[in-house]
């Protein structure tokens, strides 16, 4: 099913009511490989949006790696070099998104689908019309859970309290759930590692399930068939319709957790093998326009962003 025909993923009229989706974004880091394990013993699946340019190191493609055999979606970020396509050919753009693609696809075996197109880029229609054009989905979102600026261990218990305070205003106003699909960032520079396990408990506590994208827009097919070419997707058995798709979470306990991110606005280059390092610095520096628009509709099934 094809869900981008402009370049906004539209949730009016999708079959999933509940929905909850914290997505992995900017990541793998070492928040992401925390995450994945109080997403484990709560038995939730997500989608993470995955920088390849972190997987030349080892570290982050074993977590990449470890991500998709727990069952959650792979999907990529992408950010133009330079943030803008001026001085590049169709071509050259094609090929920078196609790289990217097949280092995700030789850790995984499959090609992304879905796209969260870097907030640097997102401006650029041009670069658009070229991932729509290759068959890609962009993905936007309605929940920023703010873990950036929750970005201390102090701080991020108010990361749960922004979900709260979502579902009881939307459950006062409308007397109904809405779907939201939430932006979290698994790097170290946010809260989003800490805050995880408490997260979850509140979705679970307001009866709200946590969905992997394609099973909250009923995609059975949310890989693509070749990394430039627009000519098909494919699925896997951990796929929505497949017999290993599985969606929702229980209750974790939150006293199980030492975060060891969340520290604050350094990143943790202390236990770091070798390079990588400079991977927190610049993915510090995302999303501020857009996702400050975000709160104001919050209850909305969105159809903005882009
Ligand atoms: C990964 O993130 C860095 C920092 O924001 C950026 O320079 C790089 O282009 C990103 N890689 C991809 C494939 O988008
Ligand atoms: C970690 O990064 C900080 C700030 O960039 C730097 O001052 C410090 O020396 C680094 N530590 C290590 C062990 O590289």
Redesign the pocket.
């Known amino acids: 099913m094809r869900i981008s025909t402009p370049a906004v993923l539209s949730l009016a009229g999708m079959s999933c009511t509940l929905l909850m989706h914290p997505q992995g974004d900017?990541g793998p880091s070492e928040a992401t490989m925390e995450m994945l394990q109080s997403l484990k013993d709560a038995q939730a699946k997500v989608t993470f949006f995955t920088?390849?340019?972190?997987l030349q190191y080892m570290q982050y493609a074993g977590v990449t790696r470890h991500a998709y055999m727990d069952g959650h979606l792979i999907a990529?970020?992408?950010?133009?070099?330079s943030d803008t396509s001026n001085g590049l050919t169709d071509n050259e753009i094609k090929e920078?998104i196609g790289r990217?693609s097949r280092t995700i696809q030789d850790l995984i075996g499959v090609y992304p689908k879905y796209m969260k197109v870097?907030e640097?880029s997102v401006k650029d229609p041009r670069l658009l019309d070229i991932v729509k054009s290759m068959g890609y989905t962009l993905v936007g979102f309605n929940l920023d859970e703010y873990d950036y600026k929750y970005n201390t261990l102090d701080k991020a218990g108010q990361i749960a309290e922004v979900y709260n305070s979502i579902f009881s205003k939307q459950q006062e106003a409308y007397g109904r759930k809405a779907s939201y699909i939430v932006t979290g960032y698994d790097v170290p520079t946010t809260g989003a590692a800490a805050a995880l396990p408490k997260v979850i408990n509140t979705i679970n506590a307001h009866g709200y399930d946590m969905v992997r994208l394609d099973g909250c827009v009923n995609d059975k097919y949310p890989y693509k068939k070749d990394p430039i070419k627009d000519n098909g997707y494919v699925n896997d058995a951990k796929s929505f319709g497949g017999q290993e798709y599985k969606h929702g979470q229980v209750n974790v306990n939150v006293n199980n957790y030492s975060p060891t991110a969340g520290k604050g606005p350094g990143h943790d280059n202390t236990s770091k093998g070798t390079t990588g390092g400079d991977?927190f610095a610049?993915?510090a520096?995302?999303t501020t326009a857009v996702v400050s628009a975000m709160l104001a509709v919050p209850a909305v099934l969105f159809s903005f962003f882009l």
């Open positions: 900017e920088n390849a340019t972190w990529m970020t992408y950010r133009l070099p920078d990217a870097h640097a991977h610049s993915s520096t995302r």
